[in-house]
């Protein structure tokens, strides 16, 4: 079956981390682009960051850049989002994406 199943999402306070889980399967993964997404209530999804499985290249919205960090493992078919020094405005559902396949989102709530 084709599918990213995300895990890892809670409650946190601000400035705790986080750490978000995406595995992959029915794809061939190590020659996929994996992206994060989020989508906070009454806002539009937004990209949060990108790796390219085959070189680790990888992206980063201004927001989160040098708070977050993204890594692999393509033997466990596995792409993490490290989520450091959380603020609200992190709060959201987040999503991975590998091209037209989404995971089922998993929450994270930042509170004060």
């Known amino acids: 079956e084709v599918q990213l199943v995300e895990s890892g999402g809670g409650l946190v306070h601000v400035g705790d981390s986080l750490r978000l889980s995406c595995t992959g399967s029915?794809?061939?993964?190590?020659?996929?682009?994996i992206g994060w997404f989020r989508q906070a209530p009454g806002k539009e999804r937004e990209g949060v960051s990108c790796?390219?499985?085959?070189?680790?290249?990888?992206y980063y919205a201004d927001s989160v850049q040098g708070r977050f960090t993204i890594s692999s493992d393509i033997a466990k078919r596995t792409v993490w989002l490290q989520m450091n020094s959380l603020k609200p405005d992190d709060t959201a559902v987040y999503y991975c994406?590998?091209?037209?396949?989404w995971g089922q989102g998993t929450q994270v709530t930042v509170s004060t």
């Open positions: 029915g794809f061939t993964f190590d020659d996929s682009a």
């Open positions: 994406n590998a091209d037209t396949i």
């Open positions: 790796i390219e499985i085959s070189d680790g290249h990888t």
